[in-house]
């Protein structure tokens, strides 16, 4: 039984700021990465960002200097600081992680249920 729920999602104006957070809960053993994916009206699912267990991130283009993912401090949490935001960038944002719920289990990818953000004067 694992968990993921996003908040933080909301209506901002462009130019401005959101800070999405993502926290897994359940019977987590260890998580190996979390991610960021997001999907507008009429497009596919894209990633975001990816962050693994050891820190290392990575972005998407359109993304890169004003995207920041992060791991929380002691729990399994991931964060998204969205910067200078622009219309473009509204979308349904979820959660992903790769994780085993035990020493001898496989990884598994979870995912959370989404939240809204929406980027309009």
């Known amino acids: 039984q694992v968990q993921l729920v996003e908040s933080g999602g909301g209506l901002v104006q462009p130019g401005g700021s959101l800070r999405l957070s993502c926290a897994a809960s359940?019977?987590?053993?260890?998580?190996?990465?979390m991610r960021w994916y997001r999907q507008a009206p009429g497009k596919q699912r894209e990633l975001v960002a990816t962050i693994t267990s050891g820190g290392s991130t990575n972005y998407a283009d359109s993304v890169k200097g004003r995207f920041t993912i992060s791991r929380g401090n002691a729990k399994n949490t991931v964060y998204l600081q969205m910067n200078s935001l622009k219309p473009e960038d509204t979308a349904v944002y979820y959660c992903?992680?790769?994780?085993?719920?035990?020493?001898?289990?496989?990884?598994?990818?979870?995912w959370g249920q989404g939240t809204q953000v929406t980027v309009s004067s």
């Open positions: 992903n992680a790769g994780l085993r719920t035990g020493i001898l289990a496989g990884y598994n990818v979870y």
């Open positions: 359940g019977s987590i053993f260890s998580i190996n990465a």
